[in-house]
């Protein structure tokens, strides 16, 4: 029997985040982290509810919570009582932990034996942070997927001419000591959204915490100190990195990224679904089917595991 519920779990730092939460009395829970920009859990309310009912079919759990970097700017409740100022406004991409934690958290409270975290988008790049941190969890994470995680940093940094871009991220750089919390002018930014100097500082920066995917420079980075997908390679659980074959996010094409992937991470499983776009439009249920089943067959057996 499938029951919704909305509830607001609380972050580490007190922030109180909303959530849809699927309840079948399974002992796993899946765990959606949804991406920036203009994402929430309610704006791909399909997604969601196919995620929910799939996961409950089968026995799972399952939780779609907003995080921090909802919307582009949100205000958020706390357990103090103040009022916390989010979204990809003025997200950076250490604060997940915080969310990330106190999900995982709420979810040992719950009863839940062990989770499985999935993130679109950015989300893909926040779960990569969380894992790969030396953050410690209450529950044992038991695999990731990881659905359209883009070159979020090339596609920022595509959008200035060269001597114009080195010029803003060390503008940036340097409102990071007086101002970082204060929203970047027009002409300093050509999106279509506000954004604060910390948050476009770390969206500019090569080898950043927003860096998990660097499509474009990969394949000119061998014998470099810094290794692309080294957070990617660091994590023990495992991993399936799933796109739909028309995705703009990772700026080449896809298969050539998946190979270009799995050249650095060669445990990673890989799925291209031929026809869909960046957030799997129309292909909703055929990627959440896809998901639920991997799970099963890959996650089922980790909750004996040491917790991450």
Request: aromatic content about 10%; proline content about 2%; charged content about 15%.
């Given at each position: 029997?499938?029951?919704?519920?909305?509830?607001l779990v609380q972050a580490d730092d007190g922030v109180l985040l909303p959530a849809l939460w699927y309840v079948a009395g399974g002992t796993q829970v899946v765990i959606y982290v949804h991406g920036a920009g203009s994402s929430s859990i309610i704006r791909s309310p399909h997604m969601t509810d196919?995620?929910?009912?799939?996961?409950?079919?089968?026995?799972l759990d399952f939780i779609a919570f907003n995080n921090r970097g909802a919307g582009y700017m949100t205000k958020f409740d706390t357990v103090q009582g103040q009022s916390y100022m989010g979204g990809m406004a003025y997200e950076v991409i250490r604060d997940f932990v915080y969310d990330l934690s106190g999900v995982i958290k709420w979810a040992a409270q719950s009863g839940y034996e062990s989770a499985v975290l999935v993130g679109h988008s950015t989300g893909a790049n926040k779960i990569v942070y969380g894992?790969?941190?030396?953050?410690?969890?209450a529950l044992p994470v038991a695999g990731a997927?990881?659905?359209?995680?883009?070159d979020d940093v090339a596609l920022q940094r595509s959008r200035y001419a060269a001597d114009t871009r080195e010029q803003i991220i060390q503008i940036s750089k340097e409102k990071q000591r007086s101002s970082p919390h204060r929203l970047v002018p027009p002409e300093y930014f050509p999106g279509d959204h506000p954004i604060s100097w910390r948050s476009l500082y770390e969206?500019?920066?090569?080898?950043?915490?927003?860096d998990m995917f660097p499509f474009k420079r990969a394949p000119y980075a061998k014998g470099q100190?810094?290794?692309?997908?080294?957070?990617?390679?660091?994590?023990?659980q495992p991993v399936l990195?799933?796109?739909g074959s028309e995705d703009f996010g990772t700026i080449i094409p896809v298969r050539q990224a998946l190979g270009l992937v799995t050249g650095y991470v060669p445990s990673l499983d890989t799925y291209e679904l031929m026809g869909a776009d960046h957030n799997f439009t129309g292909f909703e249920k055929n990627i959440v089917q896809y998901i639920v089943a991997w799970i099963m067959k890959r996650c089922g057996d980790y909750p004996s595991a040491v917790a991450s």
């Open positions: 029997m499938s029951e919704l519920r909305h509830i196919t995620f929910g009912r799939l996961c409950n079919q089968h026995g894992l790969s941190s030396r953050a410690t969890y997927v990881l659905l359209s995680g883009g969206l500019l920066s090569e080898n950043g915490d927003y100190v810094i290794m692309p997908f080294r957070q990617l390679k660091s994590i023990q990195l799933a796109y």
